[in-house]
């Protein structure tokens, strides 16, 4: 039975080798049918082949293939024992890309003369990098929804605002990572494409949780010092050097109208995007406590908070007690500052506008910000701790720009009167992504492995359809977003889809369908990893197959001694 099955799929596989149906056919190199056992129970199903795969005539053999392998070994399920086959991205050419040098271009025009200089681009930790533009691509609108993009700090201009049109279909860097715009969620924090180093973050974070101000209109940061605390704040000021500081020494009354003055220290940044970003969490009308803070206050942000706003008072038996002023945060701010500092393992109380903290825990805070405390602010740290930790400039060092997220606003426009039906893509080296000024978008892929368009649908779907028939699988795995929504029959996207079996009926059969998100979304967002294998640990129970037991190699390192993780080894996104 076996072995007929596989003749009628071969003997099938050379009469599609033939097909002219569509105008794929004048551009590709040759069929790529499918590859596995014909009477495999589980078949999986993707969108459409690569590069590669028109290369071999093989569907998935790229690093998504391999990495579908490999998540199959993991479940006890060999490659050769399923059967894989595919069914058969873009920008508006105004579309503002940011260059290498921190220049906007419009992305048509990058396409049309094929700019194979640098853009900027967010790497695999997060930090704003250059990265060469290696591919060009234009591809029409092809009955595709068109969304715009944008962020909720971004400012107005006279086109009406920073932002992005997008075809649905189009990935963009979120806090959860590369999300298709149309499966965005509310919630959903986008990367802005700008961003501070870590230390920038930190000390700005740090001060805006004491006397620091982001100002309203223009985006700039300022704080001022007494002149006993001169030193500290030029020091700051130099660790902001990135958003190009300034300072000035004033004379300022002790009272209001009064004659007696005292010398003050008054530094300010230029407006930068970032602040706008940070003013958006920061304010609500006054300043406030932004709830992220709750898990992202660290020594170094509390170091600084505590120099702006804390205080050491030496008891006479020699124990020291710290507090932090508080007065212009409300009740449900100073719950937010004790859960972060409970998360840092302080315990804390509050009263009168102050944060207090009891004796054991006051040193605690000293051990803490000691190495982050420069020489003329040790006098707000324990003395023996002060005495016994050194200032160490090297928690300073700045490492690279990290890109910030905000609030994604996303509007559909597809119904509005539009000129233009081409949208536009590049290739980015390595990264995949790209800066534009709606935010941080994935490469689109090439024209030859977009969505497919209803005519090529239309001469496709009755080859998938009659291989299903031959096969006659018991499960059908669609992988990504596309082969889901055509075989479901359903416009729900993967992201609330994904490891939920539904019966459909497919080439005139009933078949469990089961969504997976296609192995690539972990290739460029390495923490779906584990969402896949999640998902793919329900294909024994779904084939009614006992739980596979991992490979001997895999307990083994399980039991064995934990060791520091090696570095990730780059890896290349492969087209689907």
Known sequence: MAAAADLSLLAYGDVVAGCTKCALAAGRTQVVF??????????????????????????????????????????????????????????????????????????????????????????????????????????????????????????????????????????????????????????????????????????????????????????????????????????????????????????????????????????????????????????????????????????????????????????????????????????????????????????AKTSRGRIYFDADTSQEISWRIAPYTPPSMRYKLDPAVAAAIPFDPDRFTIAGTHVMFDDIVVEDITDRPRTDTTFFCIDVEGTHNFVTAGGVVHNCRPPGNRNPLPEEIEACEGHLFHQIELIQPKLVATLGNFATKLLSGKPAGITQVHGREQRVTLGGQAVTLYPIFHPAAALYTPRMLAVLEADFGRIPELLGRAAAEPP???????????QEPAPAAEQQLGLF
């Open 552 to 562: 001997l190699v895999d307990r083994l390192v399980a039991a064995a001694p934990a």
């Open 34 to 347: 499918g590859s596995g056992s014909a009477s495999a129970e589980l078949m999986f199903v993707g969108e459409a082949p690569g590069f590669h795969e028109d290369k071999q005539g093989v569907p998935f053999v790229g690093a998504a293939g391999k990495l579908l392998s490999k998540l199959l070994a993991g479940i006890g399920i060999e490659r050769d024992e399923v059967y894989v086959a595919n069914v058969i991205k873009c920008l508006r050419y105004n579309a503002q890309v940011q260059l290498g040098d921190g220049s906007w271009a419009r992305i048509g025009r990058l396409v049309r003369d094929r700019y194979d200089g640098t853009v900027m681009s967010v790497d695999e930790d997060g930090f704003l990098t250059p990265r060469r533009v290696t591919g060009w691509h234009a591809s029409p609108l092809a009955g595709r929804r068109v969304f715009r993009v944008t962020f909720e700090s971004a400012k107005p201009n006279s086109n009406g605002g920073a932002n992005v049109e997008l075809t649905g279909d189009h990935p963009v860097l979120t806090e959860r990572g590369f999300v298709p715009v149309e499966d965005i969620i509310p919630g959903d924090r986008v990367a802005t494409g700008h961003g501070l180093s870590d230390v920038a973050r930190d000390v700005i974070c740090g001060s805006l949780l004491g006397d620091a101000t982001i100002t309203r209109a223009s985006s700039h940061l300022q704080f001022g010092h007494s002149q006993r605390q001169l030193e500290y704040a030029l020091w700051k000021s130099d660790l902001l050097e990135e958003l190009q500081m300034s300072s000035s020494l004033l004379e300022v009354a002790a009272v209001v109208g009064g004659t007696r003055t005292y010398g003050a220290v008054h530094v300010r940044s230029k407006s930068h995007r970032a602040l706008r970003t940070l003013r958006t969490d920061f304010y609500e009308g006054k300043k406030r406590v932004p709830a992220w803070l709750e898990h992202e206050l660290n020594d170094r942000m509390l170091a600084v908070w505590f120099m702006d706003d804390g205080y050491i008072r030496r008891r006479a038996n020699g124990r020291c007690r710290a507090e932090i002023a508080t007065n212009g945060f409300d009740a449900a701010d100073l719950q937010v500052l004790l859960r972060a500092l409970a998360r840092l393992g302080l315990s």
